[in-house]
């Protein structure tokens, strides 16, 4: 039996990865988590309690933690001994497969979970994604756009990069009852008519900045639109929370998070995803939940999007940083009820590449190889 050891790093709850435990061959396959947070008690340590699954907590508030909770990884590693090192995020990255390699781990693995934010918002930081890189054995790419970031313009070699796309029970995001749907409802004030939804962190890159003023224009045609911002938090709050002072305070809602994400979708009229280049996005998961819960998306193709999204057919997409074609596509897609049983409907049947199940055997493989 193969021992996994995953090592994530600022993570209190993530479905991506409670997916993966709950469906990785028990058989062949033993798995436990290291954490590198500030806090032992999150959710995710909850999750791992219940399956019995190990859980190692390493202690980091910043980066004054970095050669301590380095260290502390190297012992736990010593330790368990783990077959494989499976690292996720920046600190993972760093913490986690520096560790790996100093502890003599020989199949140290690491998923990209970004693209271009360091190259573009932060370049000291691609010094440490190289290095990253040259420590793993295998990196993986979550999407088409992540691989060319990591081959092209970081110098990894194409044949330690692996594509291996994000993976969803897609079932979750179709199935949704009623009264999930009408609680979510209740709980934001979303009986309006019409509700545009953005699931995205505060961030520039995200293109919020050019939702807002489209959003502003519709309401002069629908008046009593709603626009959900959800995910509400991250270091651009303070620019956009200035933008929506344009807006009356009952145009809006603000959600820091949502546990049930699959009805907040179903309360969505149209969904509207707009990163601002089409290198910026590293995967953009909420395309594929959108695809998955049968909601009309506007979308900019960054991401994962040009491996999926197809203008007219699955969604609508409009240009990089115009507020403009936003407005144009919400518009449309409001207006017009052919397209939208179209979009919906293609939608649904663009997804066989994204189950959770293609992902783990795909993780699987990888593990054995």
């Not at 500030?38 to 995710?44: C, D, R």
């Not at 790996?100 to 573009?120: C, M």
């Not at 040259?134 to 990894?156: D, F, P, Y």
Request: glycine share 4%.
């Amino acid at each position: 039996m193969k021992k996994v050891m995953y090592i994530l790093s600022n993570i209190d709850k993530s479905n991506e990865f409670e997916w993966v435990a709950d469906r990785m061959d028990k058989s062949r396959f033993a798995i436990s988590f290291i954490s590198i947070h500030s806090q032992e008690n999150t959710a995710h340590h909850q999750f791992c309690k219940e399956r019995n699954i190990p859980f190692f907590h390493v202690s980091y508030t910043g980066k004054k933690d970095i050669a301590t909770a380095l260290w502390q990884t190297v012992k736990i590693l010593r330790r368990e001994k783990p077959d494989v090192v499976h690292a996720h995020l920046f600190e993972g990255g760093l913490i986690g497969i520096t560790a790996a390699f100093i502890a003599g781990i020989k199949k140290r693995i690491y998923t990209r979970h970004y693209a271009t934010q360091h190259h573009e918002y932060a370049p000291s930081g691609v010094k440490y994604d190289k290095l990253v890189n040259k420590l793993s054995t295998q990196v993986i790419a979550t999407c088409g756009n992540v691989q060319e970031v990591l081959t092209e313009m970081e110098g990894c070699p194409e044949n330690k990069v692996v594509l291996i796309h994000h993976g969803f029970p897609l079932e979750d995001f179709s199935d949704v009852s009623a009264d999930r749907i009408q609680a979510i409802k209740d709980k934001y004030q979303l009986h309006t008519h019409p509700v545009i939804g953005v699931i995205s962190r505060y961030l520039h890159l995200k293109g919020i900045q050019y939702i807002i003023p489209a959003f502003a224009r519709l309401r002069e045609k629908y008046p009593t639109a709603k626009l959900v911002l959800a995910n509400a938090k991250g270091e651009y709050k303070s620019t956009v929370q200035q933008m929506l002072q344009q807006l009356p305070e009952e145009a809006y809602v603000e959600i820091a998070f949502e546990h049930d994400n699959a009805a907040l979708f179903k309360s969505f009229d149209v969904f509207v995803h707009v990163p601002i280049n089409c290198r910026i996005e590293a995967f953009g998961q909420i395309y594929i939940e959108a695809l998955a819960a049968g909601i009309p998306g506007v979308f900019t193709l960054s991401g994962v999007a040009p491996d999926v999204v197809k203008d007219g057919e699955n969604a609508l997409v409009v240009d990089f940083e115009n507020a403009e074609q936003i407005y144009s596509a919400i518009d449309r897609l409001l207006s017009d009820d052919d397209l939208r049983r179209k979009i919906i409907k293609n939608g649904l049947s663009s997804l066989d590449r994204f189950t959770i199940e293609q992902k783990v055997s795909a993780l699987e493989k990888l593990y054995e190889a």
